[in-house]
């Protein structure tokens, strides 16, 4: 479990790192420009990092579904071994994932207004800008980003569901009260990334409202990011003690 949450942390370091220098850099700078090729590679990058995050929250649901489903085979089911396999396989598969979505837009024309109305290379923005209609590309995006979010989501569901037959079993209230403390950060953190996520790519108008572009992509790359740490840090007991103390000075 903790291998599981330091690769996460990592990975979100990673994710507010890959946006929110450059974003900061236009934001300070009179001259907000980026070449057409650190374009494609932010874009790949951003795109990597959030396929990983899908493939990571996943993964962490099966630990959960693993610790109180079959608590007593726990350490033999997640030995380093597997944990250290799994973790490269989430790794791999999110790069290697986004590397269809990226060869396709770095093949997309764009000969007109090079003005990209986003803070960072995003998929919908770039699309916007180019000089004739592509629906194969769109299509072909806008599909892989729909099966990589519901097939992660529909494991997560159904080990959750697993999950929350076996609580309901369990004999004393205590137990089930840990039990639920165990999934409710999980649940929290897997709620806030994959609704904003599919409002981006999975609704069908959200690439025509630049506004919403920004403020959805902002919410899950930068907000949940920060909020992450926060959530999963409510089931320490000395954090809410500390945070206890701070309110209570407030």
């Known amino acids: 479990m903790y291998t599981l949450l330091a690769n996460f942390s990592f990975l979100e370091t990673c994710y507010v790192n890959s946006n929110v220098p450059t974003m900061l850099l236009n934001l300070l700078s009179k001259t907000k420009t980026i070449s057409y090729n650190g374009c494609i590679l932010q874009f790949y990058i951003f795109l990597s990092l959030g396929a990983t995050e899908l493939f990571f929250l996943a993964l962490m649901a099966f630990d959960r579904f693993v610790a109180i489903c079959h608590p007593l085979h726990y350490p033999i089911i997640m030995t380093k071994k597997v944990c250290g396999a799994s973790v490269s396989a989430c790794w791999v598969g999110g790069f290697l994932w986004s590397m269809t979505p990226a060869i396709l837009i770095s093949q997309v024309p764009f000969c007109g207004s090079n003005v990209i109305d986003h803070y960072l290379c995003d998929v919908g923005a ?49 137990g089930r009260k840990k039990a639920f403390s165990t999934c409710a950060s999980h649940l929290v953190v897997v709620s806030l990334f994959y609704g904003s996520v599919m409002v981006m790519y999975v609704s069908p108008g959200a690439t025509n409202q630049p506004g919403l572009q920004k403020f959805v992509t902002m919410f899950y790359s930068i907000v949940t990011p920060f909020l992450n740490p926060l959530i999963y840090s409510l089931r320490n007991k000395e954090m809410k003690i500390a945070l206890r103390k701070v309110f209570c000075k407030v």
Do not use: G, Q
Request: proline letters at 6%; a positive charge; charged letters at 5%.
């Open 126 to 174: 770039m699309l916007a800008i180019s000089c004739a209609p592509v629906p194969k590309t769109t299509l072909t995006c806008s599909t892989l980003s729909a099966v990589i979010l519901l097939v992660t989501l529909f494991y997560i569901l159904v080990s959750y569901t697993l999950v929350l037959r076996a609580v309901v079993h369990v004999p004393t209230d205590s």
